[in-house]
């Protein structure tokens, strides 16, 4: 696992970008929570806005540590799914809820006026931190999940999603894994 000193979230816009994306959805929803057998692709990706968060490195993204989808099934109604983000990094804390962000302010810049997503029961207490509201509970694929709507009061548009969000992280260097010439000891 590469330590990131920071995070680009944006639309794809390079091939690369969507090949890892979906390659990250096949491992965490197929090989990790075993909800799909080989691949979690459907008929909504090829309607669908792709989003990730890149790693970077000097500058330039390294590699796709999170993903979400979204697209537009009614003029108006957004919908979000197939939120994922790498093992290796979820525990940074700030890429879910960042794709989550810039998922719906970008479809709040294209005129939504309603976001959902069909929400794990695990994530549904960070969902309502970010003002969701809970609609109601289903089983999708033997896993309780919760449907949920955004308040688009706190998501302001964002009208540039190729750019997207940057995420800056705190570098820290452990003194035992300085080189002995930088600590002063022979």
Avoid at 28 to 43: I, P, T, Y
Avoid at 49 to 62: E, I, N, Q, T
Avoid at 90 to 108: D, M, N
Wanted: net charge neutral; proline share 5%.
């Amino acid at each position: 696992m590469n330590h990131y000193a920071g995070y680009t979230i944006k639309w794809v816009t390079l091939p690369w970008e969507r090949q890892q994306a979906f390659a990250l959805r096949q491992r965490v929803f197929c090989q990790e929570q075993g909800l799909f057998v080989g691949d979690d692709r459907d008929d909504i990706d090829s309607e669908a806005r792709l989003l990730v968060a890149l790693g970077s490195v000097a500058g330039w993204h390294d590699e796709v540590v999170g993903t979400v989808r979204i697209h537009q099934p009614e003029p108006g109604i957004w919908v979000g799914s197939r939120l994922a983000v790498d093992s290796a990094y979820r525990r940074q804390g700030q890429l879910g809820p960042t794709l989550i962000r810039l998922a719906v302010c970008s479809a709040h810049a294209l005129g939504c006026q309603a976001f959902y997503a069909q929400v794990q029961h695990q994530n549904e207490p960070l969902f309502r931190r970010m003002h969701w509201q809970t609609l109601d509970w289903l089983d999708l694929r033997g896993v309780r999940h919760a449907r949920m709507q955004a308040d688009l009061a706190f998501y302001p548009p964002c009208h540039d999603p190729h750019s997207g969000m940057v995420i800056h992280t705190a570098t820290r260097q452990r003194t035992a894994e300085m080189p002995t010439f930088l600590t002063g000891v022979a």
